[in-house]
């Protein structure tokens, strides 16, 4: 059983930073990938970045250049580093690990808020 605990969401303004990050725990098989997807309300939910096992990457076109995804295996976490934050950012980001790197949906957060507002 695998369990994702978010955390560092929050209120930011417009152009803002914030960093997300994602705990993961238990025993973890079959893995090849971590990512972050987001859901804002009355949308589905969809991938912002994907990091799999060996360092690739995949991002959605509408974060490329402002987010980066990072782990730390030590500590059996992965980030988010959100930077030149919109108001359309805004939605509850959930963490995910899966066996498609480039779309990891396997297990999941229980997801952070990020609202972004003047």
């Known amino acids: 059983q695998v369990q994702l605990v978010e955390s560092g969401g929050g209120l930011v303004q417009p152009g803002g930073s914030l960093r997300l990050s994602c705990a993961a725990s238990?025993?973890?098989?079959?893995?090849?990938?971590m990512g972050w997807y987001r859901q804002a309300p009355g949308k589905q939910r969809d991938l912002v970045a994907a990091l799999s096992i060996t360092g690739s990457t995949n991002y959605a076109r509408s974060v490329k250049g402002r987010f980066t995804i990072s782990r730390d295996n030590a500590k059996n976490t992965v980030y988010l580093q959100m930077n030149s934050l919109k108001p359309e950012d805004t939605a509850v980001y959930y963490c995910?690990?899966?066996?498609?790197?480039?779309?990891?949906?396997?297990?999941w957060g229980q997801g952070t808020q990020v609202t972004v507002s003047s």
């Open positions: 995910s690990m899966g066996s498609t790197w480039y779309r990891p949906e396997d297990y």
């Open positions: 238990g025993t973890i098989n079959s893995v090849n990938g």
